[in-house]
Nanobody
Framework: QVQLVESGGGLVQPGGSLRLACEVS????????TTWFRQVPGKEREGVAC????????NYADFVKGRFTISRDSAKNMVFLQMNNLKPEYTAVYYC??????????????????WGQGTQVTVSA
């Protein structure tokens, strides 16, 4: 059974950086992807960035392009989200999720069947 465990959240000042980590276990590489989502109270989960577990192809939401980088360490089954130049509006609970590689539909939460517990990111002075 696939399990995901996030780490690396916390409090950071505007303009600062954080690196989130997601340890994924119990999965098969074929046709799968790992994606970071975020959620704020009262809103639906929103796709942030996705990486294919097959070929490392990445996708990003427009609001994080140039600021966030998703990467993986296949040997350690880890996926990372490097977040730079953070703004208060990035405050949210960040989740990593595992599912099939659905290409352009990557940001739809419905395609992911395994989720981590979430890690809080707070950007505030």
């Amino acid at each position: 059974q696939v399990q995901l465990v996030e780490s690396g959240g916390g409090l950071v000042q505007p303009g600062g950086s954080l690196r989130l980590a997601c340890e994924v276990s119990g999965f098969t590489v074929s046709y799968s992807a790992t994606t970071w989502f975020r959620q704020v109270p009262g809103k639906e989960r929103e796709g942030v960035a996705c990486i294919s577990n097959v070929d490392g192809r990445t996708n990003y939401a427009d609001f994080v392009k140039g600021r966030f980088t998703i990467s993986r360490d296949s040997a350690k089954n880890m996926v990372f989200l490097q977040m730079n130049n953070l703004k208060p509006e990035y405050t949210a609970v960040y989740y990593c999720a595992f599912g099939f590689d659905v290409g352009s539909a990557w940001s739809s939460a419905e395609y992911y069947h395994r989720w981590g517990q979430g890690t809080q990111v707070t950007v505030s002075a």
